[in-house]
């Protein structure tokens, strides 16, 4: 499957829900598909970690769907964040892992057992119930009701081709990633995260 | 659990609740498995046991955007392993992350494995310039809320660091 592709059906069926990509090609592709700097949030300074960031978001917003979009690479550092995940089992998290089996934004350098990860496999030990696999546009687009729009946490492999040129860095600075993306969520799901310590007692 | 050490347990808990924290992600070492077990227990709190100290720092970091109050509790080898995570996401985007570890290694510290943090675990600290509290007497659980208030106004992350005596309840 073509990572362009994939994503330009997936943001063609995005509403009011929040994205997060991992550093490399998620980043970098999702930007030049959409341009979006208010519903995304670019998290390219840290590699395994999304998932997690997203279940924060979930937790805090439970009628937000986030959809999380983790490269393999960043996955093989830390597969351990499944069992939390089951844990949280929090229904407006959708796990996407975008598989090429290599590490494709420093070199597509191959992973360690590249070709023999068998992820879904792995999301199924842990007791993940609704794990897919998904390997062309044709079965994304059979399967995305049933992944994204039921209730009900997921663990998506997206099987696509290694990139033949980097897609490059997303355009925005950190901070104002952080602002409009947090500014976004206090509008679409009503909740507060920016707090000015001017407007705040102070605590002894 | 001894009664002085319940009295520091539950006096640590109340510095966390006035502080306004809501969500606990955890991963133990010996000295905090009863603090542990009494945020697990206590309904003020969503506790959520972690695979791995970076691990929490990723979900309380998304928490912020969830407007979750929280925090990241973990012994001082689980914070030398934080480095990445920590200068990555909370340095580079500004995201507040209140972390609760132990002074390990230092006088006391029974287990000789834990040398390299009484060595260097402060000064890890510093040469990432990442405020800390150590809490070395009783009366300090007393500044928890004022380190977690420096935590969201700074937007960086602030470390609370405990000895063990004090988690005894016994200093």
Known sequence: MNLKECFQYFASRQEDGVVITSAGVTSGTWWRTTHDMDRVFYLGASMSMISMFGAGIAMGAPKLPVWVFMGDGAFVMNPGMLMVERDLDLPNLKHFLVSNRVYNATGAVSLPNSRRNDYAAIARA???????YIDSLDALKAQFDKIVL?????????????LAEKPGGVP??????????GRYIEKTAGIKIFRHPATEPIVR | MSEQQKEATSAIIEQLAKSGIRLVASLPDDWIADLIHNVEKDDRFKHVPVNREESAIGLCSGAYFGGIPAMALMGASGLMTCVYALTKINYTYHIPMFIFTTLRGVFGDPRPHHISNGLYLTRLMDSISLPYLLVEEKKTIARIPEAFKHCQ?????????FTEAVLRGES
């Open chain 1, 126 to 132: 842990v007791g993940i119930e609704r794990v897919f």
């Open chain 1, 150 to 162: 039921q209730p009900g946490h997921t663990f998506t492999v997206l099987e696509i081709e290694p």
């Open chain 1, 172 to 181: 925005i600075d950190d901070v104002e990633s952080k602002i409009r993306f």
């Open chain 2, 153 to 161: 106004v700074m937007n960086r992350p602030v470390v609370v660091a």
